[in-house]
């Protein structure tokens, strides 16, 4: 259909819609709207795809023979811009066996029935909805007739493709082999580390996540690899967040030995801090061990610790403990426990110096993001993963929540 008559039929209807319109509230006007703007969409979709030049009859196969098509065959694609049949020639070679569509090549049509653009958009949702919460939005506002369990195998496609860049990237940044370039230069990075516990399997198993925090805002990735892995991650994403340029490195987390190692390691010259509220909680476990759960001498023991802490005082700290002559077994490991954390720890918890130079002395970034990936995705309501499924949507999440959403979209095609 030529250009003119789209154009003339589309003012049609729209003169029609605005007639029915009157008198109907925005909500219904704006319904009205939008279906025409579908209705266009499709239209000038199916005539764009009409435009391309016939294909000829024969080509040459990769393999140098020319091979010729007998027929023109058809296949159906749901699009953003409706559901259209692509025509398009098929070549069989018989002396390499290869079987082409370069039609398909071309559109960038998957092997499946899906655009990129649908395939991107399922994966966007799935980052942030159940799947059965996106059949229902992806119905309602864009007209996509997709089940949930093909949007869950659609996230878990093109998850494990942006997975597999990221990780590339991370191993690729560790070895030196290639360079991630930033436009961020930072006064001050600030790096946490942290993990939460995820339903996997049928039993409990930790995702680790990162946060990165500078002037030039928030980012997280998070993971279900082990610490070794993660580390890799975070320094790539510590890269992108511009690390080198940095005119301070700093690191906060719990006193997790495995993060430690991982900061030493990928981020030798940060200052290290142990977050507060961590170390009030390693407090209370031994008052309470000590003086009774809960009692005032268990309050005042606190008390009187936290402001030793609060002024650089852990030294006193690790003196006070040393006085516990504890009877039992569980209150002795109460006590080597916490003597070796807050020896093991004391250059981390030079409070009052820290806060004098306007560092951050507590993990909310990473509690936050922690958050965002768990009763923000993976611990709503009676949810259960399988390990597999989990990996690839918490790297869509990561995608989201950086606003780096052309990663999905470049998955997708290779995903579609």
Known sequence: MPAESIVAELMEIIQEEIAASRGEELSAKENRAIEVGRMAARMALSEMLAADRAEPVLIECECGEVVRSKQTESRTVVTLAGTHIVK???????????????????????????????????????????????????????????????????AGRTGQAVAGGEWRLAEEAVRGEGRIESSEKPSRLTISADGLMIHTDGHWQEMKVGSFLSEYGRSTIATMERAEPFGKLLYSEALRRGVEQAGEVVFVADGAAWIWNLAAHHFPGAIEIVDWYHAKQHLWEVANSWYGEGSSKARSWVKRNEARLAEDGVCRVIASIKQWRPADEDSQRVKRENEHYFTTNAHR????????????????SVESACKQYGHGRFK??????????????????????NRRTSSILEAAKMAA
């Open 380 to 401: 709503l309501p009676g949810m259960r993963w399988k390990l597999d499924g989990v990996e690839p949507v918490a790297h869509l999440r990561s995608a989201v929540l």
């Open 349 to 364: 918890m030079r409070y009052r110096t820290f806060s004098r130079l306007g560092y951050t002395i507590g993990s909310g």
């Open 88 to 154: 398009r020639r098929k070549y069989y070679c018989g002396v390499c066996g290869r079987s082409s569509a370069p039609r398909d090549v071309a559109l960038g049509i998957g092997r499946g029935n899906y655009s990129a653009g649908v395939v991107a958009l399922a994966a966007e949702a799935s980052a942030g909805f159940p799947y059965e919460t996106c059949e229902d939005f992806l119905s309602r506002r864009f007209g996509l007739d997709i089940c949930y369990k093909q949007i869950q195998r659609i």
